[in-house]
């Protein structure tokens, strides 16, 4: 149950949001709802969301694994629904997105999907635990271009995910569209 009601007041912004929301994903989504509660930090949030979208730099299954990590290790799971629905519209093969919350156990990822894995987890520690030896490794196989995307794009689902699990927001069917099934 969420922890705000998801019945805020009707705004201008508030509805173009809602248009945007069923237009782009078929419903409306339930943490710009929420949001609509302050208008601010609506349009705030919608301008860094509008914004990350057009980074482009890191393949999309990094992409995908850079986000679906906080969201797991936080427990979002409305951002893990949301995130696997991304991602199959990204054309991220299903059993990446699957193996997710069981990749310690997995071999489902390459060397470079590990070491993005592995750093998205150490910033979403608090305090986090990356280390020289962390970066220097994605460095050797990134460019610095793609380090601070990705680094932007963990920072960016770690908000995401501490907001809607604070805010008690659960997940609203997105992956069922995918077929992909929990692990």
Same mark, same amino acid.
């Given at each position: 149950?969420? %922890? @705000? &009601?998801?019945?805020?007041?009707r705004?201008?912004? $508030? %509805? ?22 302050? *208008?601010?930090?609506?349009?705030t ?7 990350a979208?057009?980074? %482009?730099?890191?393949?999309p299954?990094?992409?995908?694994? !850079?986000?679906?990590?906080? !969201?797991?290790? @936080? *427990?979002?799971s409305?951002?893990?629904?949301? $995130?696997?629905f991304?991602?199959?519209?990204? $054309?991220?093969? &299903?059993e990446? @997105?699957r193996q997710v &919350? ?6 489902a990822?390459?060397?470079l999907?590990r070491?993005?894995?592995a750093?998205a987890?150490?910033?979403t520690?608090?305090?986090p ?7 220097? $490794?994605? %460095?050797?196989?990134?460019?610095d ?7 932007a794009?963990?920072a960016?689902?770690?908000?995401r995910?501490r907001t809607? !699990?604070a805010l *008690? ?6 992956? !069922?569209?995918?077929d992909?099934d929990?692990?």
């Amino acid at each position: 149950m969420t %922890r @705000i &009601p998801l019945d805020p007041p009707r705004t201008l912004t $508030g %509805r173009f949001t809602e248009w945007y929301s069923r237009r782009r994903y078929g419903q409306v989504l339930e943490p710009g709802r929420a949001m609509q509660h302050n *208008g601010r930090v609506l349009t705030t949030t919608l301008l860094a969301e509008t914004s990350a979208l057009r980074w %482009r730099s890191l393949d999309p299954t990094l992409k995908a694994l !850079a986000q679906m990590v906080p !969201a797991a290790a @936080i *427990g979002c799971s409305w951002c893990m629904d949301f $995130g696997a629905f991304l991602s199959h519209h990204e $054309g991220v093969a &299903p059993e990446n @997105i699957r193996q997710v &919350p069981v990749s310690h156990d997995s071999d489902a990822y390459t060397d470079l999907e590990r070491q993005v894995m592995a750093y998205a987890e150490a910033m979403t520690q608090t305090p986090p635990t990356v280390t020289d030896e962390m970066v220097e $490794g994605l %460095r050797a196989r990134l460019s610095d271009e793609q380090l601070v995307e990705l680094t932007a794009l963990v920072a960016l689902e770690n908000q995401r995910s501490r907001t809607n !699990a604070a805010l *008690g927001l659960t997940s609203q069917g997105f992956k !069922a569209s995918c077929d992909l099934d929990p692990v």
